[in-house]
C-alpha cells in the first residue's frame, strides 16, 4: 500500500466522521423504537380484539421514528462514498 | 489520489462536522417520535373507536418533531456537498 | 483543488461549529415537541369531542417549541454561508 | 481567498462558539417549552371550557422560557458578526 | 484583515468562553422555567378561579429562576464587550 | 510487517471508527428491544391465551428496531474492509 | 491592538475560566429554583387562601438557593475584572 | 521485540478500538436484558402456571436483544484478527 | 501590560481552577436546596398552621445543604488570591 | 529493562484498551443481573412457593445477561496476551 | 513576578486539582443533603409532634453526609497550601 | 531511580489501563447489586418468615452481579503485573 | 522557589491525581448516605416510637456507605503526602 | 529533589491511575449501599419487630456490595506501592 500521509488522514477522518453519524444516530431511533413497541404490546394485552389495527399502526409510528436513523445512514454513506 | 494535506484537512473537517450534525441531531427526533408513537398506542387503546383520528393526528405531530431531523440533514448536506 | 493551510482550518472550523450548533440544538425541541405530541395524544383520547382543538393548540405549543430549533438552523446558515 | 493564519483561526473560533452558544442554548428553552406545553395539553382535556385561557398563560410561561434561547441567539449573533 | 496570532487566540477565547457561559447557562433557567409553567397549568386546571393569582405568582417565580440566565448574559457581554 | 506511518494511521483511524460505530450503535436497539421484550412479558402474564400474537408482534417490533443495529454493522463493515 | 501572546493567553484564560464559571452555576439554581416555583404553584392550588404565605416562603427559598449562584456571579467577576 | 513505531501505532489503534467497540457495545444488551429478565420474574410471579412459556419467550427476547451485542463481538474480532 | 509566559500561564490556571470550583460547586447545593423548599411548599400546604416551623427548620436544612456551596467559594478566594 | 519507544506505546495501548474494554464493559451486566436479582426477590416475596422456580430461571436470565460480560472478558484477553 | 515556567506549572497544577476536588467533592453531599431535609419536611408535615426529635436527628445525619465535603475541603486545603 | 522514558510510559500507561479497567469497572456491580439487596430488604419486610430463603438466594443474585467485578479485577491484575 | 520541570510535573500529577480521587470520590457515599437519611426521616414519621432504633441503625448503614469515601481519603492522602 | 523527567512521569501516572481507580470506583459501592440502607429504613419501619434480622442482612448485603469499593481500593495500593 503506498499511500501518502494526506490519503492517510482523508481515510481516517472518515471512517470516524461516518462512525460518529450511524453510532450515534442509532440511539435515539433505537430507544424511540422500543418505546414504541413496549407500549404497543401493552395495548394489545389491553385490546385484543385490535391485534391487526395495533401492529399497523406501531409500524407507521416505527416508519416515521425509523426516519432519522435512515438519515444518518445516508449520511454515513455519503462521507464513506462520495466525499 | 494526489491530494494536498490541506485538502485531507478539508475532507476530515467535513466528514466529522456532517457526522456530528446528522447523529446528535438524530436523537432528538428520535426519542421525540418515539414517545409520540408510544402514546398513540395507549390513547388508541383506550378510545378503540379514535382509531383513525389518533393516526392522522399522530403524524402531524411526528411531522413536527420531525422538522429538527430534517434541518440536521439539510446542514450535513451543506456540510458535505457545498462548503 | 488549490487551497492553502488557513483555508482548510476556516473549512474545517466552520463544517464543525455549524455540526455542532444543528445537531445539538435538535435535541431540545424534538424531546420537547415529542413530549407535546404524547401528551396531546392522551388528551384526545380523554376528551375525544375536543379534538379539533387540542390539535390546533398542539401545533401552537409546538410552534413555540419549534423556535430554538430555527434559532439553530439560522446560526448554521450563518456560520456556513456568511462568516 | 488570501487570508492568514491568524485570520483562519478567527473564523475557527467564531464558529465553534457560536455553535456551542446556540447549539446547547437551545437545550434548555426546548425541554421547557415542551413540558409546559405537555401540561397544557393535559389540562385543556381535563377542563374543556378553559381552552382559551390555558393557552394565552401557556404562550406566556412560553414567552419567559423562551428568553434564555433569545440571550444564546444574541450572543452568538454578536460573536459572529461584531468581535 | 491585518490581525496578529495574539489577536486571533484573544477573539478564539472570548467566543468560546462568552458561548459556553450564555449555553450551558440556558440550561437552568430554561428547564426551571419550563417546570415552573408546567406546574402552573396543572394548577389553573385544578382551580380555574385562582388564574389571575397563579398567572402572576407563575411570572414572580419565573423571575427569580431568569435571574442565573441574566447573569450569564452579563457575564458573557462582559467578556465579549469589555476584555 | 513492514508498514509505513500511513498504513498505520489508516489501520488506526478504521478501527476506532469502526470501533464507535458498533459499539455505541448497539446501546439504542440493546435497550430498545429490552423495553419491546420486557413489556411483551408483561403482556403475556395480562393475557396467557394472547401468547402467540404477542410473541410474533414482539418479533415484528424487534425487527424494526434492529434496523438500526444492522446499520452500524453494515456502516462499521463498510469502515473496516472497503474503504 | 498590540498584544502579546502571553497577553493573549492571560485574556483566553480569564474568558474561558468565567465563562465555565458562570455558565455551569447557572444551572443548579436555575433548576432548583424551577423546582421550588413548581411546587408553590401545586401548593398554591391546593390551599388557595394561602398564596400570600406561600409566596414570601417561596421567595425566601429562592432567596437561598439563588445564593450560589451569585457566589459564582462574584467569582466571575473576581476572574474577569481584578485577576 | 523488534518493531517500528508504525507497527506501535497499529497495534495501539486496534487495541483501542476494540476496546472501544466490545466495552460500550456491552452497555445495550446488558441492560436489555436486565429488564426483560426482571420483567419475566414478575411475569412468572403473577402467573405461576405460566413459567415455561414465559422462559421461552424471555429466550427468545433475550436472543434478538443479544443481537447487537455478538455484532460487536464480531467487529471486535474482525478489527483485532483481520485488520 | 508587560507580563512573561509564566504569568499568563499562572492566571490562566487560577481562572480556570477557580471557575471549575465554583461553577461546579454551585450545582449540588443549588439542586439541594431546591429540593428542600419544593418539599417545604408541599408541606406548607398540607399543615397550614406549620408555617413558621416549617420555614425555619427549612432554613436550617438549607444552612446545611449550603455549605459545600460555601466551601466550593472559599476555595476559589484562595486560588484566586493567596495562591 | 530495555525497551525500545514502540514497545513502550504497544503497552499503553494494550493497558488502555483492555481496560476500556472490560471496564466499560462490567457496567451493563452489573446493572442488568442486579435488575433481574431485584425483582426476583420481589417474585419470590409474592409467591413464597416458587422460590426454587424463580431461582432456576433468574440464573437462566443472569446466564443471557452475563454473556456480553464475557464477550468483554474474552476480548480483553485477546487484546491483552494475543495481540 | 519574576517566576519560572515550572513554578507557573505547579501554581496551575493546584488550582485545577483543588478546583476539580472542591467543586466536584460538592455535588454528592448537596445533593443527598437536600434529598435528606426534603424528606424531613415531609415528616414534619405528617408528624407535627415531632419536629424536634425530626430536626436534631436530620442534623446527625447531615452531619455524615457532610463528611465528604468536609474531606473534599480538607484534600483541597492540603493541595493549595502544603503541597 | 534510573529509568527510560518508555519504562516511564509503560508504567503510566499501566496505571491508568488498570485504573480504568477497576474503577468504571466497579460502577455496574456496584449499583446492582445494592439493588438486589434494597429489594431483597423489602422482601423480608414483607414475607418475614423466608428470611432465611431470601437472604441465601440474595447471595446468589449478587454472585452473579459480582462477577464482572472480578473479571475487572482479573483484568486489572493482568495489566499491572503480567504485561 | 527553584524547582525543575521534573517536580514541576511531579506537584502537577499529584495535585490533579488527589482532587479526582477524593472529588469524585465524595459523589457516591454524598448521594448514597443522602438516601439512607431521607428515607430514615420517612420511617421515623411512620414509626415515632422507634427513633433510637432508627438512628443507631441510620449511622451502622451510614458507617458502612461512608467506608468508600475514606478509602478515596486514603488514597488521596497517599497520593499527597508519601508517592 | 534530584528527578529526571521519566521519574516525573511515572508518578504523575501513578497519581492519576490510582486517582481514577479508587475515585469512580467509590459511585458505585456508596450509591449501592445507600440504596440497600434505604430500603432497610423502610423495612424496619414496617416490620418493627423484625429490626434485629434485618440490620444483619443490610450488613451482609453491605458486605458484598462492598467489595468492588474493597477491589478498587487494593488496584489503588498496587499501582502506588508496588509498581
Do not use: C, W
Request: no cysteine.
Amino acid at each position: 500500500m503506498e499511500k501518502s500521509l494526506a490519503d492517510a488522514l482523508i481515510i481516517m477522518g472518515k471512517a470516524i466522521g461516518a462512525g460518529l453519524a450511524m453510532g450515534i444516530g442509532a440511539i435515539g431511533p433505537g430507544i424511540g423504537e422500543g418505546n414504541i413497541g413496549a407500549h404497543a404490546m401493552d395495548a394489545m394485552a389491553r385490546q385484543p380484539e385490535m391485534v391487526g389495527t395495533i401492529t399497523t399502526r406501531m409500524l407507521i409510528a416505527d416508519a416515521v421514528a425509523e426516519s432519522t436513523g435512515i438519515y444518518s445512514l445516508l449520511i454515513a454513506f455519503l462521507i464513506l462514498l462520495t466525499l
